[in-house]
T-cell receptor, first 111, second 115 residues
Framework: TQLLEQSPQFLSIQEGENLTVYCNSSSVFSSLQWYRQEPGEGPVLLVTVVTGGEVKKLKRLTFQFGDARKDSSLHITAAQPGDTGLYLCAGDHTGGFKTIFGAGTRLFVKA | KAGVTQTPRYLIKTRGQQVTLSCSPISGHRSVSWYQQTPGQGLQFLFEYFSETQRNKGNFPGRFSGRQFSNSRSEMNVSTLELGDSALYLC??????????????FGSGTQLSVL
């Protein structure tokens, strides 16, 4: 059982559409991170959210941390083919001193 | 600044063999973490080394082991390989290690296939 559940597992959309992916847990995290991984490469950090209710924007990407610090969402506006990849959420489990990852959402944006 | 380097990129082994993977962290980073990535399970934490000491360990059998050298380079060893060990093995380096909201920098991984 994944401590961090991501949904959907797979998403295929047309260029220009909006989308939201989710990262949920029953546990509290001191922070949550979002990574993007492209084929043949390791994950690359996009953002870290630390405060409950925090919202961060990175160009067309908007990240939100839940008030209770148990969940997060990533919203992409006007998706482009370059957004294609595996989106992973990761968390520093309170007291666990290790970063754990969700299974990821695989996004494919068609031109 | 050079990134995280993992060698080799690809490896093919047969059941029962053993394998050693190598990871060179970013210069100045003292923490190296190892993860196993499979399509069904995502990234699973193997272990973290900080200043040559194993600081944390995931739920993997004893066939999986690692070590870190004084220059922070790390190796991971898997003995008596099984088919289920086929995966992408990723290492990540950071300055102060996990649990400190640290940014993890990943290498490109070693793709291990066990036949």
């Amino acid at each position: 059982t994944q401590l961090l559940e991501q949904s959907p597992q797979f998403l295929s959309i047309q260029e220009g559409e909006n989308l939201t992916v989710y990262c949920n847990s029953s546990s509290v995290f001191s922070s949550l991170q979002w990574y993007r991984q492209e084929p043949g490469e390791g994950p690359v950090l996009l953002v870290t959210v630390v405060t409950g209710g925090e919202v961060k924007k990175l160009k067309r990407l908007t990240f939100q941390f839940g008030d209770a610090r148990k969940d997060s969402s990533l919203h992409i506006t006007a998706a482009q083919p370059g957004d294609t990849g595996l989106y992973l959420c990761a968390g520093d489990h309170t007291g666990g001193f290790k970063t754990i990852f969700g299974a990821g959402t695989r996004l494919f944006v068609k031109a | 600044k050079a990134g995280v380097t993992q060698t080799p990129r690809y490896l093919i082994k047969t059941r029962g063999q053993q394998v050693t993977l190598s990871c060179s962290p970013i210069s100045g980073h003292r923490s190296v973490s190892w993860y196993q990535q499979t399509p069904g399970q995502g990234l699973q934490f193997l272990f973290e080394y900080f200043s040559e000491t194993q600081r944390n360990k995931g739920n993997f059998p004893g066939r999986f082991s690692g070590r870190q050298f004084s220059n922070s380079r790390s190796e991971m060893n898997v003995s008596t390989l099984e088919l289920g060990d086929s995966a992408l093995y990723l290492c990540a380096s950071s300055l102060q290690g996990q649990g400190a909201n640290e940014k993890l920098f990943f290498g490109s991984g070693t793709q291990l296939s066990v036949l």
